[in-house]
């Protein structure tokens, strides 16, 4: 069922050990690798033993040179290198399908090319460079050195040096969290709501998390747009992230460098943060994609261009789709019967395939008390056409976490049976939960979890963890991680609610970049919770379902909010995709709105969300002296239909706010070349076209 388990677990590595026996090269010429389109250039400099990266588009230098090389316990590869090898150019074919994700086929090629040294001891490594259309990735190889011994990687020089536009640019990343870092933070502080510029801390002392996503200039002074992440992360690395930035004022530059998780994740459990490696081994991908505006970044599919290919034999048994989620709006339905069964009628009458059972639903009870057995919930879905998702806590040792069921998924032996046992009832997947750490081995164990799902033909869907490294092509079945600001924060005891609007544009351009995101859409009810009420529109909640992609779409809300709609945004509910053949973002100024349009089959959606803030209470508690809700600002909002090849005999259906002043959803088929939208604050529009 998984066949690319033991090819995670081999690592054989040629070039190496030949190189650290060639002569070195002389001289000090640089070595580039270039797209095949020819337009991007990737190039390594080694000059007085320290190896330097440089990224330039069209002749542009936009990545100045910027520090390569790692340390281990007992070998420095940061200086005193010595090129052996240039390599040869060669081009990869890239050839691979998406079950979920913003297309259902990619198909380029990629230069590649190895660059061999030799550090002062001896010792050699690999610099395996690659470039496309859309920008560059490398990792690091290293040979079996044949001691048998474990060998710890104490830190990364690797790092982002970008330009400092006059302006300052743009900076958007996360703030990588204290202990628990699980990728649930704002982009924009909330103390101090400004867009952060090049080089601004975050607000962890912890430095910042992937992917970020920059607004720098090349050389000549041109605005460029780079998003940094990383791929291809197979558990023997842990998931990385960027110490704080540095800037040279002098220089007019920032640089971001590599770092590692903290001793202390995961509660201190599962080992160092730190990498431990041995044999032949390799760091993830890290990869850099450039490009002139932010909506043409955003396009990129390096993340998942760069992932292991996909590790299951079989893939038919898979089927992305929507689903019913009660959790959001009733905490304690899981453990009621009689709760469940109303989100139960909710997914039959949607046509949604699946629904989601959360946590405590091992504690659920009928209205008399009597505890009711998984085999009862199970039978209840099925009468009305519907697959179960359950939620499991993946503690373990890993968090102190009280929802249940938990401890059932770390001894491989009790994870097997479980997971049997689901799929012997008919489970369709589990939604695990609260891993909270980037730890090598809880990425390791992570792994082994998403595999086993495999071999039980579960889908999964995974929270509060870090975010998606190229596991959405391979593993096809995980359809969803959370690793954001998602639409659970609603239903929080703070409220978060002010920041949403802004945060979706953003998200939408970064986060999601990387990975399906589980965001849990469309609210259409006022409030979670009276003090945290919503500030979008009901458009921009439509727009959610195609702004945000996801293979696992939770319907958030309560049965009422939607069954009390028209007939026609039921319809639209019951019937937006999940997955995707083709995905254009067509506008994207982060921290004020975006517009996307996605392609199944022959239709098209067309969704744009304006999030633009003008003002925002400093905190999060609006019971505090001189509290205000957040002001927005209205934005007409524009689409050329003929960019999508779209003729104007179309059949188009336009959900959006009424008016700039009137935030009231109107439904309207509007006809011609362009769509504009008229859009309230916090507004949003989507239209259908087939």
Known sequence: MVGAVGAFATLTIPLSAGAAQAAPTTGVDPVTVSSPCGRVRVTVQVESGVATYTVAVDGAEVVPPSRLGLTLDDADFTSGLILTDRGRPRTVPVDYELLQGKVSRVRKTMTERVVSLRNAQGFAMDIVLRADREGVAFRYRFPDRGDGATHTVV????????????????????????????????????????????????????????????????????????????SGMDGTYPACHLTQPVVDPAAGRVTYTIA??????????????????????????????????????????????????????????????????????????????????????????????????????????????????????????????????????????????????????????????????????????????????????????????IEDAARYRLHVVLHNTTIPRGWDRTYPHLLGVEAGIASEHYSNTKPLADQIPEQTTIAAITRNV?????????????YA???????????????????????????????????????????LLSTVPVAWDETRFLAADPASHVIVARRKGRTWYI?????????????????????????????????????????????????????????TLRLTNPRGRSLTVDTAPFGGFIAVVQ
């Open 155 to 230: 830190g990364e020089a690797t790092g982002l040096t970008l330009n400092i536009p006059a302006d300052g640019g743009e900076q958007f990343t996360l703030p990588y969290t204290v202990q628990k870092p699980k990728y649930q933070e704002w982009y924009v502080p909330r103390e101090d709501h400004t867009v952060p510029v090049l080089g601004k801390p975050t607000i962890s002392p912890r430095g910042a998390s992937f992917p970020l996503l920059a607004r720098t200039a090349a050389h000549d002074g041109k605005e460029w747009w780079v998003l940094a992440s990383e």
């Open 260 to 449: 590692f998780p903290f001793d202390d994740e995961a509660l201190g459990t599962l080992g160092p943060g730190t990498p431990q490696v041995g044999g032949a081994w390799q760091t993830s991908w890290r990869f850099v994609a450039v490009a002139r505006t932010a909506a043409q970044v955003a396009e990129t599919t390096l993340a998942t261009d760069l992932g292991v290919p996909c590790a299951l034999d079989d893939t038919s048994w898979i089927r992305p789709g929507a689903a019913t989620f009660s959790w959001m709006m009733d905490h304690n339905s899981p453990k009621s019967l009689e709760q469940t069964i109303r989100w139960f009628d909710l997914g039959q009458q949607m046509g949604w395939p699946y629904a989601l059972v959360d946590a405590r639903w091992d504690q659920m009870t009928d209205a008399a008390g009597t505890p009711v057995p998984l085999e009862r919930i199970v039978a209840e879905a099925d009468q009305r056409a519907l697959k179960l998702f359950l939620w499991f806590n993946s503690g373990g040792t890993n968090n102190t976490g009280s929802g249940t069921p938990r401890n059932l998924l770390v001894d491989a032996a009790t994870r097997r049976a479980t997971f049997q046992r689901l799929r012997d009832l008919g489970v369709a997947g589990v939604k695990v939960d609260m891993w909270e750490a980037d730890k090598q081995q809880l990425i390791a164990w992570q792994r082994e979890v």
């Open 514 to 526: 990387v990975g399906a995101f589980d965001y849990g859409t469309t609210l259409l009810s006022p």
């Open 607 to 663: 969704a744009g969300v304006n999030g633009k803030t003008v003002t925002i209470a400093p905190g999060l508690d609006p019971s505090a002296p001189n509290y205000t809700p957040p002001t927005g600002h209205a934005q007409q909002l524009t689409v050329d239909l003929r960019d999508l090849g779209i003729q104007p005999r179309s059949t188009l259906r336009l959900f959006a706010d009424t008016s700039a002043t009137d935030p």
């Open 529 to 571: 919770l009276p003090q945290s009420p919503r500030r979008t529109t009901d458009a921009h909640e439509l727009a959610l379902t195609v702004v945000y992609q996801s293979g696992f779409n939770g319907f958030a809300d309560t049965p009422e909010a939607y069954l009390t709609q028209s007939p026609e945004v039921r319809h």
